[in-house]
T-cell receptor
Framework: DSGVTQTPKHLITATGQRVTLRCSPRSGDLSVYWYQQSLDQGLQFLIQYYNGEERAKGNILERFSAQQFPDLHSELNLSSLELGDSALYFC?????????????FGPGTRLTVT | GDSVTQMEGPVTLSEEAFLTINCTYTATGYPSLFWYVQYPGEGLQLLLKATKADDKGSNKGFEATYRKETTSFHLEKGSVQVSDSAVYFCALIYGQNFVFGPGTRLSVLP
């Protein structure tokens, strides 16, 4: 158990809908990362927050947005969903921001868009 | 941009065989390098890391050495076990770049 929790575990929704994925980092971790894992694209970095502020942006679509709240939990919002958005979404956290720090991954949320 | 290339597998070995999973990278600077492992139905777990050239990371019998001259970070284990069956990801982190390889699926047969 990494200490990172993600809810829900599974989500099934229809095209065009909007969903929110939630992540609680390990106690004391200030940095939260979001990744998308799909069969054709592998593991893609989406976005990083550090202590409530956006720190880095990867391959995140404009239909997707995220935020980190004062209690450090984070939410990833996916809107106007398409079939291709079906994937595993992982959240990870680390103590601080920096390339040598280990990221601890949550168990993921499996999103299925029908 | 920064990238990671690794053998995609699947790799199938017998128990106690020697394992090598190749990983090479392209980076504009001097990244930190990581191997993560993903067991079925779980998130990724850090296996080992190296933050500068010639560093050797090791954990649970796995080793990898940061080779700047060949831009490589190959994963090795002398004697694999059935419990090592998983997907292994090579990754680099440099600044605000977080890049993972495609993963290599390893199956170890008894």
């Amino acid at each position: 158990d990494s200490g990172v929790t993600q809810t829900p575990k599974h989500l099934i929704t229809a095209t065009g809908q909007r969903v929110t994925l939630r992540c609680s980092p390990r106690s004391g971790d200030l940095s939260v990362y979001w990744y998308q894992q799909s069969l054709d694209q592998g593991l893609q970095f989406l976005i990083q927050y550090y202590n409530g502020e956006e720190r880095a942006k990867g391959n995140i679509l404009e239909r997707f947005s995220a935020q980190q709240f004062p209690d450090l939990h984070s939410e990833l919002n996916l809107s106007s969903l398409e079939l291709g958005d079906s994937a595993l979404y992982f959240c990870a956290s680390s103590t601080t921001s920096g390339s040598s720090y280990e990221q601890y991954f949550g168990p993921g949320t499996r999103l299925t868009v029908t | 941009g920064d990238s990671v290339t690794q053998m995609e597998g699947p790799v199938t070995l017998s128990e106690e065989a020697f394992l090598t999973i190749n990983c090479t990278y392209t980076a504009t600077g001097y990244p930190s390098l990581f191997w993560y492992v993903q067991y079925p139905g779980e998130g990724l777990q850090l296996l080992l890391k190296a933050t500068k050239a010639d560093d050797k990371g090791s954990n649970k019998g796995f080793e990898a050495t940061y080779r700047k001259e060949t831009t490589s970070f190959h994963l090795e284990k002398g004697s694999v076990q059935v419990s090592d069956s998983a997907v292994y990801f090579c990754a680099l982190i440099y600044g605000q770049n977080f890049v993972f390889g495609p993963g290599t699926r390893l199956s170890v047969l008894p």
